[in-house]
């Protein structure tokens, strides 16, 4: 007997596909002997690929959140999109911000992009996804300006440029042109979740070390008489070296990982 | 099929920015009040930072516009291109707009200077974005406090800024320690409307 | 703005635009290219080319652009959708020229072209033209100044990188990390030319 997802089960030999695509990837997967699909009852059978469906869907968004936090992580992995953050990134707050502007617009942008997929002629989808990101954009920027002026200033130009950022502009291509909506949108927040976590390691150093705060706390002992605080890393040659040690370490990390599982 | 045409992706194109753009245009006049109020409050609120006996850290939104209406005076043929602050019919002070490059990004802030046309009482920036911790502590109050007392001199320099250690005279300041380039040009941004006022009160 | 004429304010923009405010050493803009192309000198030198060609001419047209359409019609912040198709737009168009007036120039320039595009310094070059205010003679000197401090930074790196290619480098900092490094010294180094010149 083998209870499927749905609840439903089955009796007799534990089946294999025999159809195209399922009986290429499915089978060592999911520890199937030969036994054949003839055994089941149409019912049966219909549980059986809706249970299929539900696996392979729930290990494509895991795959997907493996993929943006860790496995191919938009910092220390494929190192692309930083120009437009790295000058926040002295200080905590603003990197916040920052990177909640990129959540927002990244997993948005995808999403409309994929729902507009079908639609959009091939010719002209790159002008019509630059169109997306930048609507998201300067919404943000808009919001900012009203509701938060001082953050707006200290941004800068900087929220503009997310419009540029390969990362936004990679996802929308290279994933959300030829996926639904949803799994679109789960790429694009993780991708985006996985690049504002490294920048916050960043700017929590950067601050604690340049200025002796934490969001504009002063730490008990940075601030103190006995650290000199270090301007350099207020300055852009910081922002380069830390970024620089964080891919190191994190560089390191995953490839005594890939390693071992080897 | 509509989608095989060719006028297809230039009509899929208009319509596409038409809708956009039509969100972002509402969205923009919804809160262009609100954009514009917050300017003019960090404005007023500098302004009133700088007069002496008046206390703006305490002051909600309101207060700092009523007490602004009531004792500023916009820049009139008498005071030439400064605001003046009065205080039932007396001169307090004359509130002088500075504005110029920085580092990052423009810096415009006001100083007050007394009837006398030569002791500042303070100064104060309602827009900045210099480095954090470095230039943009001429916002903060030890590099702004330095300015009270100080006296405009008559030379070509009004004012100097000067490298932190080194001893003061009257129309000097220390700058801030690090931030040579945003002291620098706030030097300019000083002198420039220092002597832009000196001119015009000449004439 | 200053008291100093036009024309001079342009120099000093352009002379702080190469060392001073370099824009990728000191505002963090262009990395991506940065970093991925700056292996060899003969492609930096061929990409740093094209960057300040294209960098210099939208600056120019962005600021047209700008101050003739966009601000009488009070829709500053279009500025970003009509700044990427400016640049998109004339990117395409010189691609298109150089590709019938000189095959063997595209051969050299032409791939770049398209890579200029996503290039952030581009965009990010109008956008400080913007939120500074300059006049159109200062954005002349602004925009070839940023360009020439780009391609300056690139061309370093691309030769620094070369003489590094047989070093034992460890496997964490292996390509971008060791970049970021020497991008980091770099930085520290253009630093050092604050004050060279009277108001950079």
Redo the contacts between chains.
Sequence with gaps: MWHGHLGCVFTGWKPVPRWGWLSRTIPKAFGFEAATLQRLRADELACYEADVKMRVAGTENKKLVVEGLWRNNPIFKQVLGICSTLAVTNIVLNTMVMCAALVFTLSLSAMTVSILRNLTPRNIRMMVETLIIAFYVIIVDVLLKAYWPEMSGNLGPYVGLVITNCIVMGRCEAYANANPPGRAFVDGLFNALGYSFILLIIATFRELFGMGTFLGVSMPFFSGPYWDKWIIMVMPPGAFFMLAVVVWVFRTLQAEKEDKAQ | MIRQRSWFPIAYMFCATAFFSSIVIGLTYLTSDRVEANETLALERAVLSVLPDVDVEKMMRTEIHNTFTEMIVEPNDASGSVYTARNDNAIVAYVLRMSGQGFWAPIRGVMGIKPDRKTITGIAFYEQNETPGLGAEIAEMPFRSQFRGKVISSGDAPMKIKRPGTTLGDSEVHAVTGATQTSNRLEVIINTALKQWRDESVK | ???MSQLSYAFVVFISAIF??NIL????????PF?GVSREVKTSFGLGLAVIFVMTTTSMLNWLAYHLVLEPLGLQ?????MF??II?AFVQFVEMVIDRLSPALYQRLGVFLPLIT????I??AS??M????YSFIVTVGYGLGSGIGWFLAIIAMAGIRQRLANERI????Q????T??I???M??AF?GF??VLQ?S
Excluded: E
């Design positions: 703005m200053n008291g001073t405010q050493l000191s505002y963090f803009l262009g990395l991506c970093i912040f279009f500025r970003f959708i990427i198709i998109a996503v290039n952030c310094a965009l990010g956008l400080f913007v939120i500074r205010d460890p496997r964490g900092l390509g971008p990390g060791i970021l490094i991008a980091g010294l930085a520290l630093i604050t004050g108001g």
